[in-house]
Nanobody
Framework: QVQLVESGGDLVQIGGSLRLSCAAS????????MSWFRQAPGKELEWVSN????????SYHDSVKGRFTIARDNAKRTLSLQMTGLKPEDSATYYC???????????????RGRGTQVTISS
């Protein structure tokens, strides 16, 4: 059974930094691309970043490009998201998502964790 457990969310000030982590189990972690998504209250789920199975190819939403860095450690089965220059609009629950290579996101086919809350305060 796929299990994804996010951690690292916190309340931080504008301009601050956070590092989110995701511990994966129940599948061969190194065989799958992974993503971070986020959802703010009253808003739709939003894609943040992707990383391929080997960790050699990454992509980012324009709103976080240059501020966020996705990474993975396949030996430890962990996914991370280093966030810097945090803005109020980054406030959301952040989710770690197991993806299928070559497919668009599908809520039923791509499992996610319970999320970790990030709140940016002024």
């Amino acid at each position: 059974q796929v299990q994804l457990v996010e951690s690292g969310g916190d309340l931080v000030q504008i301009g601050g930094s956070l590092r989110l982590s995701c511990a994966a189990s129940g599948f061969v972690f190194g065989d799958y691309p992974m993503s971070w998504f986020r959802q703010a209250p009253g808003k739709e789920l939003e894609w943040v970043s992707n990383i391929n199975d080997r960790g050699t190819i990454t992509s980012y939403h324009d709103s976080v490009k240059g501020r966020f860095t996705i990474a993975r450690d396949n030996a430890k089965r962990t996914l991370s998201l280093q966030m810097t220059g945090l803005k109020p609009e980054d406030s959301a629950t952040y989710y770690c998502v197991k993806r299928r290579a070559g497919f668009s996101y599908d809520a039923l086919a791509d499992p996610r964790g319970r999320g970790t809350q990030v709140t940016i305060s002024s």
